[in-house]
């Protein structure tokens, strides 16, 4: 049998045009495809510089996040400086925390006077004010509250060519104290004075604090004789109920601690409102209410306790009153996790036993 012969295709001009320019199109088509790439990663790269870049700046005491046009920074163990400019020390913000056991039982004041001496000193740091210079002029103050619910005082100042506003506020046993300040003649102060105000708003993170009374706010500016003896007497009722109440924890503890406690801290809220309290803390008075303090922790710790047993054995019944009992006895400032604590509790067994309901329902 004969080996059968492939025929010889012979190119023409026809065959060789098209060959070549289906060769062209799809050399075009790859530089095309690859030129598009080429762009998109340009594009997505530019998109990138041009995007705002932050950065969270963490110290001790709070964690910020800088805004986009933040060029610069100085960072501390409890202070951290904002600069808007490359070469420039205004505009900036700083923010100084300061921790003294004494903060926790300090009344926050509205008086201008107390907040200039405050601002004056930021104001040296940051070279702004010479040692000699005049204080800063507080044209007012107003109350605000932070994100995360911390009330604050707002100062508004100028001093020359700046102006500026403060925020003075205390977490627990931690004082803080923001200053942004910006030139007066700049067009965009309005622009400056929010994102000074909103930083703190946004931008910045406290740790945990406990407050353990009920902080004042005042004006001591405001304070006059007439009131200050109104207060003092006051002080003194509070003094001797809690006098009172100390000597029968001893023989009564269960219905003596709690008023004891409450009372004391009643008296301690008045003399912070007069800045007073410093006498109350050098008292041997306070570290018998420190001492209260512990016991009525372990109390309440006992009261958990007997929950998470009734809990483990089944009974839900004796549970859920516990719960109940603790969120209406856990009445102190501090107390309010465990009061959250407990009110948690009782909505997951009430859901526990409606979800058992449903489903012996759905049996039926």
């Not at 295709?9 to 070549?20: E, G, M, N, Q, R």
């Not at 107003?142 to 001093?159: E, Y």
């Not at 009372?263 to 301690?268: A, K």
């Given at each position: 049998m004969n080996k059968a012969e492939r025929p010889v295709?012979?190119?023409?001009?026809?065959?060789?045009?098209?060959?070549?320019w289906s060769a062209v199109f799809v050399a075009a088509f790859g530089a095309a495809l690859f030129a598009y790439s080429a762009w998109s990663r340009l594009d997505a790269?530019?998109?990138?510089?041009?995007?705002?870049?932050?950065?969270t700046v963490e110290t001790d005491f709070f964690r910020l996040t800088a805004p986009a046009d933040c060029c610069r920074y100085v960072q501390e163990t409890n202070r951290v400086v904002l600069y808007f400019h490359e070469q420039e020390k205004v505009p900036f913000l700083s923010l100084v925390a300061r921790r003294d056991a004494a903060f926790a039982y300090r009344a926050l004041d509205f008086n201008p006077a107390l907040l200039a001496r405050q601002i004056t000193s930021v104001l040296r740091d940051e070279q702004v004010l010479g040692p000699d210079g005049a204080p800063p002029n507080v044209i007012g103050t107003?109350?605000?509250?932070?994100?995360?619910?911390?009330?604050?005082?707002?100062?508004?100042?100028?001093?020359d060519a700046h102006e500026g506003i403060a925020l003075a506020f205390y977490a627990g046993d931690v004082s803080y104290l923001a200053v942004a300040v910006w030139n007066a003649d700049v067009a965009a102060r309005d622009e400056a004075a929010r994102d000074g105000v909103g930083l703190l708003t946004q931008g910045l993170d406290l740790p945990k604090a406990t407050e353990r009374f009920a902080r004042p706010i005042i004006d001591s500016a405001a304070l006059d004789a007439a009131e200050h003896a109104?207060?003092?007497?006051?002080?003194?009722?509070?003094?001797a109920l809690w006098k009172l109440y100390a000597q029968r924890v001893a023989t009564e503890p269960e219905a003596a601690l709690l008023p004891a406690i409450e009372?004391?801290?009643?008296?301690?809220t008045l003399a912070s409102s007069?800045?007073?309290?410093?006498?109350?803390?050098?008292?041997?008075?306070?570290?018998?209410?420190?001492?209260?303090?512990?016991r009525r922790?372990?109390?309440?710790?006992?009261?958990?306790?007997?929950?998470d047993k009734y809990r483990a054995v089944g009974d839900l019944d004796a549970a859920r009153e516990q719960a109940e009992y603790i969120r209406r006895h856990a009445t102190?400032?501090?107390e309010s996790l465990r009061r959250r604590r407990a009110a948690q509790t009782l909505a997951a067994i009430d859901a526990a036993r409606a979800a058992a309901l449903q489903k012996q329902k759905g049996k039926k």
């Open positions: 295709i012979v190119p023409t001009a026809l065959s060789t045009s098209v060959l070549l790269a530019r998109a990138r510089l041009a995007a705002p870049v932050t950065k107003a109350l605000a509250r932070l994100r995360q619910g911390t009330p604050v005082v707002r100062a508004f100042f100028n001093l109104r207060i003092d007497a006051e002080e003194g009722r509070e003094h009372h004391f801290r009643r008296r301690l007069v800045h007073e309290e410093s006498d109350v803390l050098a008292s041997e008075d306070f570290q018998t209410y420190l001492a209260f303090l512990r922790t372990k109390v309440v710790d006992d009261w958990f306790v007997l929950l102190l400032e501090d």
